[in-house]
């Protein structure tokens, strides 16, 4: 079974990156299970960070694709325990003066935060890793969940190391 890797892809922050890093991906056949994007550490650079699915062969395949496009300045591949992953999700929850107060309790227990309270749903907030937010999700699905987004994964290298390092720039 295909193994999910996770890239970082530090780009140029130019109109229309996003958009070639993902439609290489589409045209190849690569699926890609998460994608996010934001500013790095100077202005003209942003972050992609993008979660794929496959073997060694096709993960070492994209890798060199996307090398290859103009405004990529780097791409490294994430090994699990070498670094920090985190991702966003947003949920709305059905509850009642009576589920209320132990969907809280269950809020409190994944550090997650209140963010919309109405007569009959609540949003809450909560930051972490994917099975983190997964578990979250299996406690709050008997309460009727009614909407959930979730912002896709973002990941940093441990320790001092950066990507790219000083050498690469």
Same mark, same amino acid.
């Given at each position: 079974?295909?193994?999910?890797?996770?890239?970082?892809?530090?780009?140029?922050?130019?109109?229309?990156?996003?958009?070639?890093?993902?439609?290489?991906?589409?045209?190849?056949?690569?699926?890609?299970?998460?994608?996010?994007?934001?500013?790095?550490?100077?202005?003209?650079?942003?972050?992609?960070?993008?979660? @794929?699915? /496959?073997?060694?062969?096709?993960?070492?395949? =994209?890798?060199?694709?996307?090398?290859?496009?103009?405004?990529?300045?780097?791409?490294?591949?994430?090994? %699990? +325990?070498?670094?920090?992953?985190?991702?966003?999700?947003?949920?709305?929850?059905?509850?009642?003066?009576?589920?209320? @107060?132990?969907?809280?309790? =269950?809020? %409190?227990?994944?550090?997650?935060?209140?963010? %919309?309270? @109405?007569?009959?749903?609540?949003?809450?907030?909560?930051?972490?890793?994917?099975?983190?937010?997964?578990?979250?999700?299996?406690?709050?699905?008997?309460? /009727? =969940?009614?909407?959930?987004?979730?912002? /896709?994964? @973002?990941?940093?290298?441990?320790? +001092?190391?950066?990507?790219?390092?000083?050498? %690469?720039?």
């Amino acid at each position: 079974m295909p193994t999910s890797y996770v890239f970082s892809i530090l780009v140029q922050n130019n109109s229309g990156v996003l958009g070639r890093i993902s439609s290489l991906f589409s045209r190849r056949g690569y699926s890609i299970e998460s994608l996010s994007s934001g500013d790095a550490e100077k202005p003209e650079l942003s972050r992609v960070t993008v979660v @794929a699915r /496959g073997d060694e062969d096709i993960i070492d395949q =994209i890798k060199k694709q996307v090398s290859k496009l103009v405004e990529v300045v780097g791409v490294t591949i994430f090994e %699990d +325990d070498k670094a920090v992953y985190r991702e966003l999700m947003l949920i709305k929850v059905k509850t009642t003066r009576s589920t209320r @107060a132990e969907i809280m309790e =269950i809020t %409190d227990i994944f550090r997650a935060h209140i963010v %919309d309270v @109405a007569p009959s749903s609540l949003v809450l907030e909560v930051t972490g890793d994917s099975k983190k937010l997964s578990a979250l999700i299996g406690m709050l699905e008997p309460f /009727g =969940i009614m909407e959930i987004v979730r912002t /896709g994964l @973002a990941g940093i290298k441990r320790g +001092d190391k950066s990507f790219p390092s000083e050498q %690469d720039e």
